[in-house]
């Protein structure tokens, strides 16, 4: 072997070294962006297979019921993915939905109200109760955990006193009741409402200059005043749209039980709770992004589905939620500081 020879294969040697840790990198991105949705597939197939499921989990009923059930579930972590994008939590949130529930089958049960303002005043109560949250927090600097875990009480009592611990379901309109039981080319109605608002949730998020304002206050507020985003406004008008949100996510909670039930909401929490942290670890790994919070809604979705057609205990289903929703914490915890520089 020659020099020139020996020193060409050094040269070569040093060229190619770069192309293949970028290409390992490439790889473990990928791995780490799709790892949930390669997940829920692997769980959803464990669920075809497995003698004790087989049976009743892969058929078009169940996969409609399965959509039809979590639309409420999306909705309110589509909610709460929005404030948590810049560094606050809603607790709120699942009280909202409920009280926004109780008042709409309660205007047409005790008011007889007209369907379409049965429907406009909880939603926009729920947006009213958001600015509440949103004033508490960004204006008067209190800790969100704890003005929204006070907002969520407060609800919990006034559901109870209005409902008197007794399920609304009488004189719900007809119209109402047909568009959370009915379907549509197969699909379940109101499947159709939450894929338009996660898309809208999506565009506002990732291409409009507000949604870029709101991933920058989550890494760095102060930062974020120093080059003119209005922290304290944008901060606002997240929870607005979280308290919007649960608002919807309470008529269509209406719809699909045909009634009201005194529950303070903080079932509906926890699994949008786990969702919400379950896609911050995927697609966009540790930031808080709409597609991955639907697979997270998915897979919590499948997982309790299936464990329910295999069988499982009742008690099940809560210590599942529970599990999952302290996995995705740490899981997204440990992305989100790797991913922000020091």
């Given amino acids: 072997m020659t020099g020139e020879t020996a020193s060409l294969e050094v040269v070569t040697d040093h060229q190619s070294e770069p192309a293949e840790r970028r290409g390992l990198a490439s790889w473990t991105e990928a791995a780490e962006r799709y790892a949930l949705v390669a997940l829920l597939a692997a769980v959803a197939l464990f669920f075809c297979l497995f003698p004790e499921s087989s049976s009743t989990f892969p058929t078009s009923a169940n996969l409609r019921i399965l959509a039809a059930n979590q639309a409420v579930t999306l909705l309110l972590a589509l909610g709460v993915l929005i404030p948590l994008v810049c560094g606050h939590f809603d607790f709120s949130a699942g009280a909202v939905a409920a009280a926004s529930s109780v008042a709409c089958a309660g205007m047409m049960q005790n008011h007889h109200a007209p369907l379409v303002l049965a429907i406009l005043v909880p939603v926009a109560a729920g947006a009213a109760i958001g600015l509440v949250n949103g004033v508490a927090v960004a204006i008067f600097e209190m800790n969100a955990f704890v003005s929204t875990l006070a907002t969520a009480t407060l609800l919990g009592g006034l559901i109870q006193w209005y409902t008197e611990g007794q399920t609304i379901s009488t004189d719900i309109a007809q119209g109402l009741v047909e568009f959370g039981s009915g379907v549509w080319l197969g699909v379940p109605r109101p499947v159709y409402l939450v894929a338009l608002i996660a898309l809208a949730a999506w565009y ?95 897979l919590v979705a499948v997982s309790v589905s299936g464990l329910t057609l295999a069988g499982a205990a009742d008690w099940v289903d809560p210590v599942f939620n529970g599990v999952a929703l302290a996995v995705a914490v740490g899981l997204s915890s440990f992305l989100r500081r790797r991913s922000t520089p020091s």
């Fill in 204 to 298: 506002l998020l990732s291409h409009t200059p507000f949604g870029r304002a709101l991933y920058a206050i989550g890494e760095n507020v102060r930062a974020s005043r120093l080059v003119g985003i209005r922290t304290n406004r944008s901060v606002m008008l997240t929870f607005v749209l979280s308290g919007l949100l649960a608002g919807i996510a309470g008529v269509v909670l209406t719809a699909r039980t045909a009634g009201a039930t005194a529950d303070p909401g903080t079932t509906m929490l926890f699994p949008a709770l786990a969702a919400v942290f379950l896609g911050a670890t995927a697609i966009r790994p540790g930031r808080f992004n709409v597609w991955g919070t639907v697979f997270g809604v998915a």
